[in-house]
């Protein structure tokens, strides 16, 4: 399955791999990064990953 990331600063990834994901989530931090998402690249799917840091 295809898919991608947005997270909170604007940036996306189109498909990212394992090491991109735990990237992500080793940028988090309580100020300017708290979240990022990762969607299917099918539009009509309807599920979703919300990842967020939690001070």
Known sequence: ??????????????DP???DLLDLIDTL???DYTFFV??????DAEQ?????ENA
């Open 1 to 14: 399955m295809e898919y991608y990331a947005d997270a909170e600063g604007g940036d996306r990834l189109p």
């Open 17 to 19: 791999t394992r090491d």
């Open 29 to 31: 931090n309580g100020t």
């Open 38 to 43: 990762v969607y299917p690249a099918d539009r």
């Open 48 to 52: 979703f990953i919300s990842v967020s």
